[in-house]
């Protein structure tokens, strides 16, 4: 069940990985659009602090 969860949390981190530089790139190419960055950064990494805790360290 650890081995199950452990790789469930290696796929989501990729994907928040993924989804994070997708963002990034399309927030550097869209000049007209202000974005908060600290709202932005606060989010992504709550995010990954969830999935860390709950699948690395199993919470």
């Not at 452990?6 to 202000?34: C, E, M, N």
């Amino acid at each position: 069940m650890a081995v199950g969860k452990f790789l469930w949390g290696i796929v989501l981190a990729i994907l928040f990985l993924y989804f994070l530089i997708r963002f990034r790139k399309s927030a550097v190419r869209s000049p007209g659009v202000k974005y908060n960055r600290l709202g932005v950064v606060l989010s992504f990494s709550t995010v990954g602090l969830v999935i860390y805790l709950v699948f690395f360290r199993q919470l």
